[in-house]
């Protein structure tokens, strides 16, 4: 797809850049504290092509990115982390991602500075999010780089007998631990797929807005297929992970202050690359209400 542009009616043009790579755009000429209605519609529209898109240069109070967020519908609050839910005060919508110490010595967010593996946020829920959106405040000169990857791809770059064995499964999406690592506050800790909280989804999802068919893996620690003993459910899934996290379908973004990124919760996963911990990162982050995925 190459770039697409729109005008606004005062006149201002707003600008589509595919990244070239399988997923994301970066939009320019917007400031998304000011966005008329055919300006959202663009936007809107894509977000559902590019699964990913990029903001440079926003200047969002917390009240701005959430009233941005909910332009896209309702939102769900910041979900359960290793210390507990943590918000931004009075907006308990926001998740606070941050390695940042408040003066009690405990983190202001979540995730810490270590890598965040591949993930989909909060799937281990019936109703995860359809989108996420993640503001930066402060970033690392160096490291904490998110990527990106297309579930779409994932999906059609199965070989066809692996695509036929996969059709019809229903995956467990673990709720015992976060992307970093951490167990979620008030979870007893295990590693046995089979019992941990979670949630089962179809393997292979429809997207409910574009009709394509696509991998919902959600994470890989504790996942489980379902009626597979445990070796069989771990090898298949290793099988299928193959596919689903390599640079070919994936997108690196590197973050300035000021960039908003928004995705497709149900399309993509996600990853963070470690940081220096003496550094600080802030990022302030929405999740917009999703349906139940459905089998494709
Ligand atoms: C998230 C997430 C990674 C990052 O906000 O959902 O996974 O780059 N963040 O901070
Ligand atoms: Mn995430």
């Known amino acids: 797809m190459g770039s697409a542009a729109i005008r606004n009616s005062a006149g201002d043009e707003t600008i589509f850049v595919p990244t070239g790579a399988a997923l994301g755009a970066e939009v320019h000429g917007v400031d998304l504290r ?23 240069g926003q200047a969002l ?39 940042v110490l408040g003066s009690d010595g405990v983190p202001i967010g979540s995730l810490g500075a270590g890598e965040a593996v591949w993930h989909t946020d909060m799937s281990y829920l019936p109703q995860p999010p359809k989108a996420s959106m993640l503001f930066s405040l402060e970033v690392p000169a160096a490291g904490g780089d998110t990527w990106f990857s297309s579930m779409y791809s994932a999906y059609d770059s199965l070989p066809a007998a692996l695509r036929l ?4 499964l229903r995956v467990k999406h673990d709720g015992t631990f976060n992307s970093g690592g951490f167990v979620r506050a008030g979870v007893t800790p295990t590693d046995d797929p089979r019992t941990s909280p979670g949630t089962l989804h179809p393997l292979v999802c429809r997207h ?31 099988e299928i992970w193959a596919y689903a996290t390599v640079d070919s379908i994936s997108w690196r973004h590197r973050w300035r ?13 996600h990853r963070r690359d470690p940081f220096d911990a003496s550094e600080r990162r802030v990022m302030h982050r929405t999740q917009i209400k999703g349906e139940a995925p459905p089998a494709a």
């Open 257 to 269: 202050v000021g960039d908003l990124v928004l995705w497709d919760n149900r399309a993509t996963m």
């Open 165 to 168: 064995r996969v059709e019809g």
């Open 208 to 238: 409910p807005a574009t009709g394509r068919k696509l991998l919902y893996l959600g994470r890989r620690r504790n996942a489980y297929i379902e009626g597979l003993g445990l070796a069989e459910s771990d090898a298949l899934l290793d």
């Open 61 to 99: 109070a917390d009240a701005d990115l959430i009233a941005f967020s909910r332009r896209f519908g309702g939102l769900d609050f910041a979900p359960v982390q290793e210390n507990g839910r943590v918000s931004v005060e009075g907006f308990p919508e926001l998740y606070v991602v941050s390695n």
């Open 34 to 56: 000011r966005l008329d209605d055919a300006q959202f519609a663009a936007i809107y529209r894509a977000w559902l092509d590019h699964s990913v898109l990029l903001f440079r």
